[in-house]
């Protein structure tokens, strides 16, 4: 495909240490690189400091590590021929109404399970709430209401909502076949491609043996790490209270929690309750130039979480050689050990790789070759083909609404003949 010119909305502001940013990042450079024209929308300081010419000047809000943008698009460079919407929230729909506003065709990542995520996120209920009123879909009070109301009507009224964003999307990109398989609760889907997201994690100078001493790990002692937020929605519960019983089995073992920077005062409590403060450590975020050292520097990656849709971290966990375990069966794949999602099953699979070298090899190797037969080269293959179909099935549909607009005026002629 020759040169395109996309431009991307996100409400994962640059920098944020969460799959979606890091996505973003990774699909924006390698269309670059490729000599494609790009526009990145995402959330960018108030006044100043914006890291692109087109950041989306927005608010911090309290506590968190996030920030809600203000989209306004007056002066984009050239129009694009193609938007690719990776977030529901204001910047997102902010680019969906600017795409629906010049006739531009839309390919939505579904990076995140909304539905899973609105049982612990009252940002879930607010951006639907704004995003009905954006899109002008004539919600009625009742409808609104409904989003307030925790399962089958909140349920059902996500659908719909998520329904409105099928039909304005041309192409959707979903980062695991899970996520794919998610679509069959909705009525009409576009075409569905399933991309899955690259990492290039870059060389750490860390040396795995200064990394563990000043995590104040024991010589010799086995590490297991989990990777990103200790919010509800990660269930810090399920790996606190496995941890508790691979403790049982060796209880020289530690546990690393990496990226921990809210809730840390309710993980403590939780590691207390489940008897395993001693043998936890908490990091915040770290520099993504260092990743590849913590995963070095561990023996196995639990991932308790059963609501991603990809899991970026277990791909980078396993380019990098370490094992991973997941309660999650779903993203789990042929080269991946996962367990039913409780303590008992989940502790007694860490158990298994830790003490078993054999077992702990295999799933390296089968981790490591799967990470590596996706290449960077074969996402952005995959991604331009993705949209030239967006723009191929804009064309179609423009062609068939002028089709039928004729036909219409052919029509309405001859009844007027007919009449006369």
């Given at each position: 495909?020759?040169?395109?010119?996309v431009?991307?909305?996100?409400?994962?502001?640059?920098?944020?240490?969460?799959?979606?940013?890091?996505?973003?990042?990774?699909?924006?450079?390698?269309?670059?690189?490729?000599?494609?024209?790009?526009?990145?929308?995402?959330?960018?300081?108030l006044?100043?400091?914006?890291?692109?010419?087109?950041?989306?000047?927005?608010v911090?809000?309290?506590l968190?590590?996030?920030?809600?943008?203000?989209?306004?698009?007056?002066?984009?460079?050239?129009?694009?021929q193609v938007?690719?919407?990776?977030?529901p929230?204001?910047?997102?729909?902010?680019?969906?109404?600017?795409?629906?506003?010049?006739?531009?065709p839309?390919?939505?990542?579904?990076?995140?399970?909304?539905?899973?995520?609105?049982?612990?996120?009252?940002?879930i209920?607010?951006?639907?709430?704004?995003?009905?009123?954006?899109?002008?879909?004539?919600?009625?009070?009742?409808?609104?209401?409904?989003?307030?109301r925790?399962?089958?009507?909140?349920?059902?009224?996500?659908?719909?909502l998520?329904?409105?964003?099928?039909?304005?999307?041309?192409v959707?990109?979903?980062?695991?076949?899970?996520?794919?398989?998610?679509?069959?609760?909705?009525?009409?889907?576009?075409?569905?491609?399933?991309?899955?997201?690259?990492?290039?994690?870059?060389?750490?100078?860390?040396?795995?043996?200064?990394?563990?001493?000043?995590?104040?790990?024991?010589?010799?002692?086995?590490?297991?790490?989990?990777v990103?937020?200790?919010?509800?929605?990660?269930?810090?519960?399920?790996?606190?209270?496995a941890?508790?019983?691979?403790?049982?089995r060796?209880?020289?073992?530690?546990?690393?929690?990496?990226?921990?920077?809210?809730?840390?005062?309710?993980?403590?409590?939780?590691?207390?309750?489940a008897?395993?403060?001693?043998?936890?450590?908490?990091?915040?975020?770290?520099?993504?130039?260092?990743?590849?050292a913590?995963?070095?520097?561990?023996?196995?990656?639990?991932?308790?979480?059963?609501?991603?849709?990809?899991?970026?971290?277990?791909?980078?966990?396993?380019?990098?050689?370490?094992?991973?375990i997941?309660?999650?069966a779903?993203?789990?794949?042929?080269?991946?050990?996962?367990?039913?999602?409780?303590?008992?099953?989940?502790?007694?699979?860490?158990?298994?790789?830790?003490?078993?070298p054999?077992?702990?090899?295999?799933?390296?190797?089968?981790?490591?070759?799967?990470?590596e037969?996706?290449?960077?080269?074969?996402?952005?293959?995959?991604?331009?083909?993705?949209?030239?179909?967006?723009q191929?099935?804009?064309?179609?549909?423009?062609?068939?609404?002028?089709?039928?607009?004729?036909?219409?005026?052919v029509?309405?002629?001859?009844?007027?003949?007919?009449?006369?």
């Amino acid at each position: 495909m020759s040169g395109v010119r996309v431009a991307h909305f996100c409400d994962s502001h640059a920098g944020r240490s969460d799959g979606v940013a890091i996505s973003v990042a990774t699909t924006v450079t390698l269309l670059r690189e490729a000599g494609h024209e790009v526009q990145v929308y995402q959330p960018a300081p108030l006044l100043g400091g914006r890291a692109e010419p087109c950041g989306v000047r927005s608010v911090p809000v309290p506590l968190r590590n996030v920030r809600v943008g203000l989209p306004r698009f007056p002066g984009m460079r050239r129009v694009p021929q193609v938007v690719h919407i990776h977030t529901p929230g204001p910047v997102g729909i902010g680019g969906m109404r600017y795409a629906q506003a010049h006739d531009i065709p839309v390919v939505m990542t579904w990076h995140t399970d909304l539905l899973a995520y609105s049982a612990h996120f009252v940002e879930i209920q607010l951006g639907a709430a704004h995003a009905a009123r954006r899109l002008a879909l004539g919600w009625t009070v009742r409808d609104y209401l409904r989003l307030t109301r925790p399962g089958t009507e909140r349920r059902a009224q996500l659908v719909r909502l998520g329904q409105e964003f099928l039909d304005r999307t041309a192409v959707i990109i979903a980062p695991s076949e899970k996520t794919a398989a998610s679509f069959a609760e909705f009525e009409r889907v576009p075409a569905v491609w399933t991309v899955p997201t690259p990492v290039a994690l870059p060389d750490s100078p860390l040396r795995r043996e200064d990394l563990r001493r000043s995590l104040r790990l024991p010589a010799g002692a086995p590490v297991v790490l989990a990777v990103g937020r200790a919010t509800k929605e990660k269930d810090p519960s399920l790996l606190l209270d496995a941890f508790a019983r691979v403790l049982r089995r060796l209880p020289d073992a530690r546990l690393v929690m990496l990226g921990v920077l809210q809730r840390r005062q309710a993980v403590l409590r939780l590691a207390r309750q489940a008897g395993v403060a001693h043998a936890l450590r908490l990091v915040r975020p770290v520099p993504h130039a260092d990743m590849a050292a913590y995963y070095r520097m561990a023996d196995v990656l639990a991932f308790a979480s059963t609501t991603d849709t990809q899991g970026l971290v277990l791909v980078e966990a396993e380019t990098q050689g370490l094992p991973v375990i997941l309660a999650d069966a779903a993203l789990a794949g042929a080269h991946r050990l996962s367990t039913a999602p409780d303590a008992d099953s989940f502790a007694a699979a860490i158990v298994r790789v830790l003490t078993d070298p054999r077992l702990h090899r295999e799933v390296a190797e089968a981790g490591r070759a799967a990470a590596e037969a996706y290449s960077t080269r074969h996402h952005l293959d995959h991604l331009l083909r993705a949209y030239s179909a967006a723009q191929n099935a804009a064309q179609h549909a423009a062609l068939d609404g002028a089709q039928g607009v004729a036909s219409a005026s052919v029509g309405a002629s001859r009844a007027a003949r007919t009449a006369g």
